[in-house]
């Protein structure tokens, strides 16, 4: 999918996204502690890349809670959370929120997700921020689920991406 909607008005994506079946590709973020974040941090363990444009939108916060409260808790699985706030965004979120099951890191820096998932919004009022989707990666990081939420102000499909996890 190269393009998603903002309410009900097409946004164009900057590339295609990887596919179900596709090795996950790499991605270089920021921790809430300006540490270095990357998929190589979580080998040998399940990832749930939970992409949203801001943390610091209604939608966005309740996908953090939401994957914090239904996924974090699975066994060798690390839930992520990314979007381009800047990570003192994600301190006070989570500190404000009671949220510590999830890694949040941003995309600010390198902007690795927004280009290599193919999810930077080029135009519309969000554009340079990231859409909203979920992968959901295996212990060798293969992509075994992939959302990308063609209408941004939707949540994703939570219970998918469980489901995956289940598998």
Known sequence: MSQVNFKNNPVHLNAEQPQVGQQAPNFQLTGADLSEVSLDNFKGQRVVLNVAPSVDTDVCAQQLRTFNQKAADMDNTAVVFTSMDLPFAY????????????????????????????LEMRD?????????????????????????VDEVTNEPNYEAALQALKQ
């Open 91 to 118: 301190k006070r979120f989570c500190a404000a929120e009671g949220i510590d099951n999830v890694v949040t890191a941003s995309d600010f820096k390198n902007r690795s997700i927004a280009q290599n998932y193919g």
């Open 124 to 148: 519309g009022p969000l554009a340079g921020l990231t859409a909203r989707a979920v992968f959901v990666l295996d212990e060798n990081h293969n992509i075994i689920h992939r959302e990308v």
